[in-house]
Each structure stands twice: as C-alpha cells, then as structure tokens.
C-alpha cells in the first residue's frame, strides 16, 4: 500500500443531507460520518439511486448539508466551489474548445492553482495528448476524452479528486489500460481519489478501501480493506483473497436486486 500520511483529506461530521420534494424530502444521508486519509484511493460502490454522487455533489458543493460538517484537508470548508477536482459522470467537454482550452479551464476560473498555467504542457504530455493539443472533443477517441476531462480535474490543483464512473463508456480493454494509467497518475502526483463505481472488479483493482453503500439513507457506509500489494498489475485481481472479497461483494449485491 501507498505510504499514507496521518492527515484526513476529507471528513464528513455527523451530516445529513434530504432533497426536497412535496412530501417533505427524499432522506439520503442521515448524521453520517466518513474519513478518507490524505493519499488514499477510496471506490464507492452502491445500488443505483442509493447516494454515491450526492456525496460527491455534497463535497464539491453542488448541494449543501441540512446539517453536520465537512471538513477539507482538515478545515472546515463553508464554500467548497472549485477546492476540489470533480469529474461528473458525463465528461462534460465543451465542444468549442479546443484539447488545451478545456482542459486549462479551470486555471481561467480559479487563477491560484497549486499546478499553475506552466504545469500544462508537462501534463497534456503525461496524459498522453501530446499533439492533440488543437483538436476538438468531436476528433478524439472515447478514452482520449475521459484523460482530457481528468486532466481538467487535475488541474483544479485539489489535492482531491472526486471522479464519478469515470470509464463507464469506455470498451473493456480500453477500460483496463485506463485503470493502470490512472494508478500511475495517482501515485506520480500524490493525490487523495474518490472513485464511484458500478464494477466491484474496477473497484477492488484500483482502492485502497472501498465503501459500500447497503441502505438508504445511510449513517454509516460498510469499509472493506483491499488485501493487495501495490503497484498493482491487473492479474493480481486474480489473486484467492481478491476473488472471494469479489465473491461477498456480489452475493449482498444480489440479495438485493
Ligand atoms: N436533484 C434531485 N432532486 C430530488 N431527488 C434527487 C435529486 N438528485 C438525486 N435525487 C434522488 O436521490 C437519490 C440518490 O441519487 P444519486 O444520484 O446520489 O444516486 P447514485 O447512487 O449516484 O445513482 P446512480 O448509480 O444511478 O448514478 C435517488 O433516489 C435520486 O432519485
């Protein structure tokens, strides 16, 4: 496993979170509580409909806890806009700009960046779209478009980074280069990844713990630790402790459908 320091990147206090509606709200989370250390890759696995990316919209702020706190690096955080890098299910990429432009986006909204308009070259590079630097969404390749979507993410200069099925769109193989590509990405800049998942496979591959969400609303979420050594190559999935975690993972799934 990845040295880990001792602070929490993220915290959840005792929140509670319900949207409205005529009834007099739909209760999603319920005095929850949460931590995920800075440095840890953490996947969120859940049915359909049970919360997974209203906790990340709670986290970039998109909506705002009827109760509870969350703490960012430590610090209790009121308006959490743009502290946090966030890939929504959907890449999001606007079609009028160009591979740079896009992904640079973040730099133009919020000028102090931890990574700064110099680092983008570098990275563009790193996320292997060297030469694509003028094209547009519509000449790229499916998994180009998620690397240039994680790269705007990246580049909002959060330590965290909120990603939500990031490859859900993506065809098998190229879904499982993304996954290594995507470890070594996190491992070269030393980030703390939050990851929602549908794939019990992806997530096991990828995390350190993986959270799982069993009822809703929630107060706590189930934690598994994953038992694999890293860096990690895709056949140690294979591994027999990995199989029968997989193996729980999808009989509680199953009760359930
Ligand atoms: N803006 C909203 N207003 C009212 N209800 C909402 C709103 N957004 C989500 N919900 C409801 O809240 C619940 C949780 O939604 P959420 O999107 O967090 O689920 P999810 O686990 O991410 O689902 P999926 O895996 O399908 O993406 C669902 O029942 C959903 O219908």
């Not at 919360?51 to 705002?64: N, Q």
């Not at 140690?236 to 999808?250: G, I, R």
Request: hydrophobic share 40%; proline share 4%.
């Amino acid at each position: 496993m990845r040295e880990q320091n001792q602070k929490l990147a993220l915290q959840f206090k005792n929140v509670d979170f319900h949207y409205k509606n005529d009834a007099g709200g739909i209760p999603i989370l319920k005095n929850m509580n949460l931590s995920v250390a800075d440095g840890e890759f953490v996947s969120i696995i859940g049915a359909s409909g049970s919360g997974k990316s209203t906790i990340f919209r709670l986290i970039v702020g998109l909506e705002e806890q009827t109760g509870g706190s969350i703490y960012l690096n430590e610090k209790r955080v009121t308006d959490r806009s743009g502290k946090v890098g966030y890939m929504p299910q959907q890449d999001l990429l606007m079609p009028w700009r160009t591979v740079q432009q896009n992904a640079a986006l973040p730099l133009e909204l919020h000028k102090e960046s931890r990574l700064g308009r110099r680092a983008v070259p570098d990275l563009l590079e790193a996320f292997g779209l060297k030469g694509y630097e003028d094209k547009y969404p519509h000449e790229l390749s499916g998994g180009m478009r998620q690397r240039v979507s994680f790269l705007r993410a990246t580049l909002s200069g959060s330590n965290v980074l909120l990603l939500d099925e990031p490859f859900s769109a993506l065809d098998a193989m190229t879904r499982l280069f993304m996954q290594e590509w995507l470890l070594e990405q996190w491992e070269e800049q030393q980030s703390t990844i939050l990851f929602i998942t549908h794939d019990i496979s992806e997530a096991l591959f990828l995390s350190d713990r993986i959270f799982v969400i069993t009822d809703t609303p929630f107060t706590t979420l189930k934690e598994i630790e994953v038992p694999l050594e890293r860096p990690r190559r895709q056949q140690d999935s294979d591994k027999k402790e990995v199989m029968k975690l997989k193996n729980n993972l999808l009989e509680q799934f199953r009760m359930r459908v």
